[in-house]
């Protein structure tokens, strides 16, 4: 390892233009002739379309165009979709929803799009917007998944007459009933999991561009994945073929998923540019954010574990009901599903596991995959299931959870996931020597001898990263391949440029991919570029989410690089009368091993290029591109623990401690690599004490729609937090790597959930736990 | 936003005169006008601007009676030498607005004019038996709050100052809303010649008001244990997502608590 190799702490070569204001987001973008968009919205969660007036509208100074949805229909533009099809048990497909872009007939959410209005400046077309006259018939609204299956619910629509989406299992349920009959204790727990708004930094933003001249469209938005963004609107939503689209997501600030989808606002706006003739820019403020934004999790769940006399997991039953919004959102199916139910065995040995899934739509934003996506369901359903079944049994929660531990590997469990690699019980060793698990009870004692009340909590999750290997994913449902690419282009004069297909919105791609392949040829990471985000320049990829851009992304760069250097190795063979398999790339120069012949790298790249004395047949130029496809998800797991104080007065919980020590496999960078723990460690940490979603049950009006109501975690919220990493290196990639941009926000709500009910002695208490929850809940008992 | 008009107003009269003509509004650091004229709640066709009139700006301390210009930003007041040394309570207090950029902004004026029920001061000039200065007249704060927003204030009335006599002891507790940090409850004791004083702001579903049950405690003993197992009813207190009024009537007694253990210093 070299001070900017892999390993090396390397500071983000990105941060000196995000934090010097020089980052380039779609708002900085200007296009001659560029005017602006508002959205006119659906003031009501669930209402029929009467009549809309545009007269007194297009009146207003500055209007260029008022457009409806009748007319984007007339146009052939589609109806967005789910990529991601799911069948019921009874085999019946999932029973998707028409979502126009812009409403037309009815309104399913506060916040639905109804008319794009563009104007001469952003002012026009709000004040435009606010003169549309619209007459609505108003309907009733469910905002919540349980009250949606009830009979005599709000219809949300007409292609399920029950709002039920599918009804949909995993694993065996007989021989899961089985285990329970015959179990020495079963442990049943209801579990919520509270709804979260993304809350990105930077608010979603689309300009659209069409050329006439060319008939060609340009898309700047805020994208994880510019290509899935160009296949879907191409192939789906009719906006122009690939070849006449061209997507830009340039710095993108935060996405979390929620900047995954292809949203209503995008489509709109490039079909918009051409309608009026002027470049179209749109730019959310953070009403539009909250009410529009795809939110996460809202699960309702029903769990039983089911125990041997030996406490010793033999059974796990769960049945759930999500609440996936208005419309079906473009991977919403798979994150209940596929991505949540085949991690419910957890890091345990379980014999027989059955999950059910019924997924419901409701008069809510729609919800999809925010950061860890599924992941964080299944562990804090199964996190807390273990600690109340360790009080129950009477038993360490520590203990309990290493009796059950998976030991060997590949450890294949009932419901579909292999785990290739893992040392649970490092983690778990780890994370109590770091927080003197042993010491607590007189730590609890001394807070108690001030008055509060003192909890520990632990949490052994596992998540499934490096999304994914596509033939298993296709057979599982999804619409679309999950490889990724990647292009190394070594210039003339030997600077690097390597195009991949992953996508950076805050993850310093910048800065681990140049460490790659400064690695690799000894190269100074002032000579390497990472180029991304442009359909135009980078070929088809499959952009960033479920932390793959390590496990996949870099390793199509690796393969990519191997190519690179075999070829280099032969001109170098070549030039230097050496033998191939005697050539040796170290410190920027390739070299016969054993002797002092050398070419220093920049000779070599210009020798590719000049072409006068390559080995017979070869083509000029050093340039190569590779495809991965993973054999396998990646497994990263860990184990946390938390340590909480309560104020019984006010409720208010303080985090004394909370220890992280995760295995992510071989790591880039470790700074980064704490980065992203703590990032996951503040959301998941706010899911559990701050972040609560909130409809109003009667009007569907969403009441946490600024942060006035909604709580972001701040600084002064958050412990310094104790993170390690033990590693066990990830079989299934050349890196090694496993992943570790969700993590942070999996395994913690749990050991804070647990901590806070170790504290008040009973586990009658929901996420978030608000100061006002904590204070009513230590009040009960 | 929509378009305004922006006048910077050199003197009281000044901006008096200004604001009769449109629906004007006075801006005094603009720290709940401003979001709100952002997200189109608030339309005034007219803004007078105040924040660089020199007269409404500074503390001056005579004695035990504290005069601070409306135009005073809250750093200022939390930053003061003297006035820490004679009324710690009010400099804690205004050190706990908002953040480094609320308190560089906001005024002590365009706190009390603005009234908003989960504001600081409201409850420390209730509690200190305060006198507001207009460029009218002067209004006792006992008369002045009125209810949600609502002030004495008449069309074109401008806060130019607060004055107080600083009481023997005082002390300010709050617990903020996790989610604005605003005040959900915050409790402002006061023991001065004319006995004890109890404001509570963030709770009350008509704003600021002096709390009876609390004061009749303390004016026994100020002590906080004079506090202890004593409740308040919760009828006439605000319940929201946050806390019901049944939880804001125990904030009211903890917070009392701290602050009379302040103030006990």
């Known amino acids: 390892m070299g001070i900017e190799g892999i390993g090396a702490r390397v500071v983000r070569k990105e941060d000196k233009r995000f934090i010097t204001g020089g980052g380039r987001y779609v708002d900085d973008m200007v296009v001659p002739g560029m005017k602006h968009a508002a959205f006119v919205r659906s003031p009501y969660a669930h209402a029929e379309i009467e009549n809309i007036d545009l007269t007194k509208a297009k009146g207003m100074p500055g209007v260029i165009g008022i457009l409806t949805g009748k007319e984007l229909k007339a146009d052939g533009i589609g109806n967005l979709i789910c990529g991601w099809m799911i069948h019921s048990k009874d085999g019946t497909p999932m029973k998707m929803g028409a979502w126009s872009p812009l409403a037309i007939d009815k309104v399913r959410y506060v916040g639905d799009a109804v008319l794009i209005v563009v104007a001469d400046t952003k002012g026009q077309a ?98 994880q994945n510019p290509h899935v963004a160009r296949l879907v609107m191409s192939a789906f939503y009719n906006v122009a073929p690939e070849n006449k689209l061209r997507v830009i997501a340039p710095d993108v600030g935060g996405g979390f998923g929620s900047k995954i989808y292809i949203y209503p606002e995008e489509i709109v ?38 125990f041997d006399a030996d406490n010793r997991i033999i059974g796990l039953k769960v049945d759930t009901i999500a609440n996936l919004g208005a419309y079906m959102s473009l991977f919403s199916s798979a994150v209940p599903t596929y991505l949540y139910a085949t991690l419910l065995s957890g890091q345990y040995a379980i014999p027989a596991i059955h999950g059910n899934v019924r997924t419901v739509y409701t008069n809510t934003a729609p919800v999809d995959a925010y950061r860890g996506a599924g992941r964080p369901e299944a562990t804090y359903l199964l996190e807390r299931t273990m600690e109340i079944a360790a009080r129950e049994l009477g038993v360490s929660p520590a203990e309990l959870r290493r009796k059950n531990f998976v030991t060997s590997f590949p450890h294949q469990t009932p419901v579909i996931m292999c785990y290739d690699a893992g040392d649970y019980g490092a983690s778990l060793d780890a994370a109590m020597a770091a927080s003197d698990y042993a010491g607590f009870e007189r730590r609890r004692a001394e807070a108690k001898a001030r008055g509060k009340l003192r909890g520990i909590g632990m949490s052994c999750y596992i998540e499934a990263c490096g999304i994914a290997p596509s033939q298993a994913v296709g057979s599982l449902g999804a619409g679309v391949g999950l490889w990724e690419s990647a292009e190394v282009r070594v210039n003339a004069v030997g600077t690097i440029e390597v195009l991949t297909g992953s996508h950076s919105h805050g993850q310093g791609h910048e800065t681990t991919f140049a460490q790659l392949v400064s690695d690799r040829f000894g190269l100074p990471m002032e000579q390497v570029s990472i180029i991304h985000g442009d359909t135009d320049k980078v070929q088809m990829g499959m952009g960033t989410y479920g932390s793959r851009s390590g496990a996949v992304g870099m390793s199509a760069i690796v393969k990519a690089l191997d190519k690179v250097e075999a070829k280099a190795k032969k001109i170098a063979a070549h030039m230097l009368e050496a033998d191939e398999s005697d050539i040796v790339i170290e410190d920027g120069a390739l070299k016969v091993a054993g002797t002092d012949k050398t070419i220093p790298w920049f000779q070599l790249a210009l020798a590719a290029y000049t072409a006068h004395n390559l080995p017979q047949g070869m083509e000029p130029g050093l340039k190569e591109g590779a495809f991965y496809d993973p054999s396998n998800f990646t497994f990263p797991a860990g184990c946390y623990i938390c340590e909480v104080e309560i104020d019984p007065d006010t409720g208010k919980t303080a985090i004394v401690q909370f220890v992280a020590a995760d295995d992510f496999g071989n790591i880039i960078n470790p700074m980064i690599v704490e980065g992203q723990v703590h990032g996951g460690l503040a959301q998941g940490i706010g899911q559990a004490l701050l972040e609560g979603t909130s409809y109003d049950a009667a009007s569907g009006q969403l009441v946490t729609a600024s942060y006035m109501d909604y709580t972001m975690p701040r600084a002064d919220d958050l412990p310094s937090f104790v993170v390690s990493t033990t590693v066990t290196p990830c079989p299934g990639n050349p890196l090694g790597i496993k992943g570790c941009g969700e993590a942070g926000a999996i395994g913690s709500p749990p050991a804070v959930m647990n901590a806070i009910t170790d504290a008040l002695g009973h586990e009658d208490i929901t996420m978030p736990a608000t100061p006002h929850k904590v204070w009513a809940a230590a009040m009960k008992h | 936003m929509y378009s305004v008009n922006y006048h910077r107003a050199n003197s009281v009269d000044d901006a008096a005169k200004m ?118 007249r002067e209004i006792a704060a006992e008369d002045f709050f009125t209810g949600l927003f609502e002030t004495a ?48 702001t963030g709770a009350g579903d008509n704003g600021v008001f002096r709390s009876e049950p609390l004061e009749t405690a303390l004016a026994t003993s100020f002590d906080a244990k004079a506090l202890e197992g004593l409740s308040v009813p919760s009828d006439n207190l605000m319940g929201d997502l946050h806390a019901s009024p049944e939880y804001r009537a125990n904030l009211i007694v903890v917070m009392a608590k701290r602050a009379v253990l302040a103030a006990n210093g």
Not at chain 1, 270 to 298: I, M
């Open chain 2, 153 to 200: 204030l008449e069309e074109g009335e401008i806060v130019t100052a607060v004055t107080f006599e600083v009481p023997e002891k005082s002390g300010y507790a709050k617990f903020p809303n996790p989610a604005s940090r605003y005040a959900m409850t915050g409790v402002f004791v006061a023991k001065g010649k004319d006995g004890v004083r109890v404001a509570v």
């Open chain 1, 269 to 306: 706006c490039l079909w918009a540019s051409k309608k009026t003739g002027v470049p179209v820019k749109w730019v959310a403020d953070r009403t539009e954010s909250f009410l529009t934004d795809a939110h996460g999790r809202d699960h309702v769940s029903e769990v039983q574990m089911a």
């Open chain 1, 126 to 223: 709000r004040d435009a917007a606010e003169a549309v006259e619209i007459t609505y018939k108003e309907l009733d609204a469910v905002t919540e998944a349980v009250d949606a299956l009830k009979p005599g619910a709000p219809q949300v629509h007409a292609e399920s007459d029950d709002n039920l989406i599918f009804d949909w299992e995993i694993g065996d349920g007989p021989a899961t009933d089985a285990a329970i009959a015959k179990a020495a204790h079963v442990t049943k727990v209801k579990i919520h999991n509270n709804r979260l708004v993304p809350n990105a930094m930077e608010p979603r933003a689309a300009l659209g561009q069409y050329d006439k001249a060319e008939d060609h469209y340009t898309c700047w938005t805020t994208s």
């Open chain 2, 19 to 136: 604001a009769e003509a449109g629906d004007a509004k006075f801006l005094s650091g603009g720290m709940t006008l401003i979001p709100a004229m952002k997200t189109r709640l608030a339309a005034p066709s007219d803004l007078i601007d105040l924040t660089h009139i020199s007269e409404l700006k500074g503390i001056t301390i005579s004695g035990r009676t504290v005069t601070i210009g409306a135009g005073t930003i809250h750093y200022d007041v939390a930053t003061h030498t003297d006035l820490k040394a004679l009324c710690p309570a009010l400099c804690h207090l205004a050190s706990h607005i908002g953040d480094p950029a609320v308190r560089h902004r906001g005024t002590i004026g365009g706190s009390v004019a603005n009234n908003d029920p989960a504001a600081d001061y409201p409850s420390a000039l209730l509690a200190m038996g305060a006198t507001i200065i207009t460029n009218q």
